[in-house]
């Protein structure tokens, strides 16, 4: 017995078998690479933080790393928080919603340096970086940048390594106290404030320096405390030692309560 | 051994790599090749995407090709490719990530390629799964040699970099010489597909 192909019977029935076998199979697939994909996800957002504090992913363990280095905060009514719940891998809607995410490490030369996570829109798409600011709070240490769907080989470039180390030691903030570190046209940049763009990516480059801006703008209460506004650091330490990245931020007279460890 | 070999399955592997190639003959799947040429890299891995993409697909519809109903071939073809596109993607953000992010946009548009559909309906619907395989990879290839080509010529003149590093010497510079930003902008790359296709012509003038 032949069946006949072309009968619409044999058609529908053919169509809805296919999709049924089909979406099974997605979904089997997607189920059971979940956790393993989100695990991916967060161990590259952590090489990312990485990187900004000038580690090389590609060649480090950065489960390891992240975990002797990186310590996760919140910035809230003025310090900082250790942050123990699960981490994120997207900080732009918690940005919004005022959930200031500051990471404390030590870069690869064993600086101190606080990692701020931004995130911004590029031509095509999204983009998002994390930038490294020393202790003083006043200069970039290092940078990340990546992004959804950049043009491959124009806008893309701004997750390459040259791109990204241009904004080494660069001051953040002008003289009228805003945000003055921003991204030029290729090859014009002039002043110590001004960052190369890339060639044939101008409204890349432009997304880059806006992304800077806007995300460095939203940690202004935190930047702005710069080493002067520290004036119990010394109290901190001598009064019973607390964390190290948080010496700078607690309030005279809260220390003992608030911050200090065992 | 000599039937896996036969003079028939070496021409369908043979012939898209030069007299029947996809790009430079067939003008297929050009969109993609002005989308990520104009670096070395991206073009080598979006070729050898498509090149395995192309040559499984072509198995699964030829061992389906005699039960597919042919008013909704065209729609089985699609999930067929939509599907092993799907999956091959969720593998490797499992399993390679990196690979993954650097493919972020070529996946998509490995399922509009238009060499995909047209191997599928051209020659996987009526040939046996090891010719189609065959056919596929040959596909492939000939279409990744293509983009090798204008990503080649294309960084070399755009950047004065392959596979990112600095190729063209810092006196070339100092004497004047100056990188063509023309090469960077996409329209480069169908004037270069263009003189790939001129030259290939001109060379196999008898066919």
């Known amino acids: 017995m032949k069946l006949n192909t072309n009968g619409n019977v044999y058609t529908f029935c053919y169509a809805a078998v296919m999709v049924i076998i089909v979406a099974f199979l997605l979904a089997f697939v997607a189920s059971a690479l979940k956790e393993t994909q989100e695990a991916n996800v967060a161990n590259d957002t952590k090489g990312q933080i990485l990187s900004a504090l000038g580690y090389d992913k590609a060649t480090i363990d950065v489960a390891k790393v992240y975990e002797e280095k990186v310590k996760d905060n919140l910035f809230e009514a003025g310090e900082l928080k250790p942050y123990g719940e699960k981490f994120n891998t997207t900080y732009g809607s918690l940005i919004k919603e005022g959930k200031l995410h500051v990471f404390t490490g030590t870069t690869a030369q064993g600086e101190q340096a606080y990692v701020l996570p931004v995130v911004g829109r590029g031509l095509w798409g999204g983009l998002w970086g994390y930038i490294a600011v020393n202790e003083a709070k006043d200069k970039v240490l290092g940078t990340y940048f990546y992004h959804e769907s950049e043009t491959a080989g124009l806008g893309a470039r701004i997750g390459e390594k040259w791109f990204q180390d241009q904004f080494i030691g660069k001051p953040i903030f002008g003289e009228d106290g805003n945000v003055a570190l921003t991204v030029t046209k290729a090859g014009a940049a002039q002043s110590e404030f001004e960052v190369d763009g890339v060639t044939g990516a101008t409204l890349t480059s432009n997304g880059v320096a806006a992304m800077v801006k806007d995300g460095l703008a939203a940690y202004k209460e935190f930047l702005g405390g710069a080493a002067s506004e520290c004036p119990n650091k010394g109290k901190c330490q001598k009064e019973g030692g607390c964390q190290a990245e948080a010496e700078c931020t607690c309030p005279v007279g809260e220390c003992e309560e608030t911050n200090v460890e065992q | ?207």
């Open chain 2, 1 to 207: 051994m000599s039937k896996l070999f036969s003079d028939e399955n070496k021409a369908a592997f043979t012939g898209p790599l030069n007299v029947n190639n996809p790009v430079a003959v067939q003008v297929l799947g050009i969109c993609s090749a002005l989308a990520v040429t104009s670096q070395l890299k991206p073009a080598i891995v979006m070729g050898l995407s498509v090149t395995v993409i192309t040559a499984f697909s072509n198995v699964i519809i030829s061992l389906l090709r005699k039960t597919i109903p042919n008013r909704i071939r065209i729609i089985v073809q699609l999930v067929v490719v939509a599907a092993l596109v799907t999956i091959v993607s969720q593998l490797l953000k499992a399993y390679v990530y990196d690979v993954s992010v650097q493919l972020s946009v070529y996946v998509g548009l490995i399922i509009t390629n238009c060499i995909l559909m047209g191997r599928l309906e051209a020659f996987a619907m009526q040939n046996g799964p090891w010719p189609s395989f065959l056919d596929g990879i040959g596909n492939g290839l000939g279409y990744a040699a293509i983009l090798v080509i204008v990503g080649f010529v294309r960084e070399l003149f755009g950047f004065g970099t392959l596979f990112g590093y600095n190729v063209i010497p810092q006196f070339m510079y100092d004497a004047g010489y100056q990188n063509n930003g023309m090469m960077v902008m996409p329209a480069m790359s169908l004037i270069i597909v263009g003189l790939v296709i001129w030259a290939h012509r001109a060379y196999n003038k008898e066919s």
